[in-house]
């Protein structure tokens, strides 16, 4: 079995470069994953030049340093496909050094303040690779690392890479347009972060799940820090068929110094989640959330919908389904409208049963045409809050109300 396997990893390796590619053992990457290949990726990247192509065959690659891609370059691994590789967590499953173009990161270790492991700028595309963490332990709180890439220049591409292990995934800011497609894994603090986008960003089929480790130290200290994504400013960000489990915030959106968000999230879900959505702020145009499923248990107030008090923004969810048993379906505050139309709503109330689905500590809010599918108190309208509408939705017996308001 040893040789067989020697001879597939020979057999693998020696594969030909596509047709008009680099072959980054050209310029001395050995791919055995104990060499350094940092220098000669970095030669391979820097002659493909504008326009060119840089294929790494299967194998090995140990990275001690950071890449950076000269625009218009494609760096392109093995996958078709972004693939799995579980077998480290489920014994007898694929590892990530089995077989393919793997990335063995070392660099960084220790501090999120270095710089990212590679660089993705104007019209380069990063393609068919796996990124992982060696040095990272499955049983034991995780240590920090800079982000695994960054994207910046306009137009860059991250198209069917398996994000394994990274601290931090992808830092989406500071570019336009850039496309995140087919990317899958387990990063630990943070997904995806988004900021400084003026010109429509696109993330599409990204799933985070935890493929690496379910051990106590990493899932419990994931449960309690981390993100899966975080929107800053991002001008109409569209995000379709994505998905988070067991982090802190499923989907964080924030204000920072560049602006807040405004888009279109389509087929979104975060399950075993602290909070599955938290809107800290939001544009003003306002957040279009549709056919999404969200579910809450861990933490101390699992709740899936919280609109923060800060928050002066429109955030609209349609058609989506809410269970738990958490807490609280939505905690609603801020100054903004929130609105929930034909949304099901299951299994809330907390321990004892006396929360409320919705809670609506301030802001406006519309509740249309929802089944509630306890029956428990529904609505609870704190003294805060604004202007409410509830109207056409179905509870097992009567709608429960709690207004607090001075009327």
């Known amino acids: 079995m040893i040789l067989l396997a020697g001879l597939l990893a020979v057999l693998l390796s020696s594969q030909q470069a596509p047709q008009g590619a680099i072959d980054v053992h050209t310029f001395g990457a050995k791919g055995d994953g104990h060499t350094d290949d940092t220098a000669a990726f970095q030669r391979a990247l820097t002659a493909a030049g504008q326009g060119g192509t840089v294929y790494a065959p299967p194998g090995n690659y140990d990275f001690k340093g950071s890449l950076d891609m000269p625009p218009g370059v494609a760096l392109i691994g093995s996958w078709q496909s972004v693939p799995a590789h579980n077998g480290i967590r489920d014994k007898g499953l694929p590892k990530p050094t089995d077989g393919g173009t793997t990335f063995l990161v070392q660099g960084g270790r220790g501090s999120e303040a270095g710089p990212p492991f590679v ?89 985070f799940n935890p493929w690496w480790s379910v051990q106590p130290a990493v899932l419990n200290w994931q449960q309690e820090h981390g993100e899966a994504f975080i929107f800053g400013r991002s001008d109409w960000q569209y995000c379709l068929n994505t ?42 145009f306002g957040l279009l959330i549709t056919n999404g499923e969200f579910v809450s248990f861990h933490g101390p107030d699992p709740t899936m919908l919280r609109v923060s008090a800060s928050n002066t923004g429109e955030v609209k969810l349609s058609n989506c389904a809410f269970w738990g048993p958490c807490n609280r379906v939505a905690v609603i505050d801020g100054k903004g409208v929130t609105s929930l139309s034909d949304c099901t709503l299951v299994q809330w109330g907390g321990k004892q049963g006396d929360q409320p689905a ?50």
């Open 243 to 284: 998905f988070a489990f067991g982090y802190n915030v499923g989907y964080r959106f924030i204000e920072t110094a560049n602006g807040s968000c405004n888009g279109n999230f389509v087929g979104i879900g975060a399950d075993d989640s602290f909070t599955a959505i938290q809107v800290d702020q939001c544009a003003p």
């Open 358 to 407: 919705i809670d609506i500590l301030g802001g406006n809010a519309m509740i249309r045409g929802c089944s509630f599918r306890e029956d428990k108190l529904d609505v609870r309208i704190g003294p805060g809050a604004g202007k409410v509408v509830l109207s056409d939705s179905m509870t097992p017996k009567d709608l429960r109300v709690a207004d607090f308001r001075k009327l």
């Open 119 to 207: 660089t993705v700028s104007t019209n380069d595309t990063l393609k068919g690779v796996v990124i992982y963490y060696p040095d990272q332990d499955p049983a034991k709180q995780p240590e920090a690392y800079p982000y695994a890439i960054a994207m910046r220049g306009k137009n860059p591409a991250v198209l069917d890479v398996e994000l394994l292990n990274p601290y931090n995934g992808i830092d989406a800011s500071q570019n336009e347009r850039h496309l995140i497609r087919n990317v899958q894994g387990q990063p630990l603090r943070r997904g995806i972060f988004v900021d400084a986008i003026y010109d429509i960003g696109r993330i599409e089929n990204v799933h």
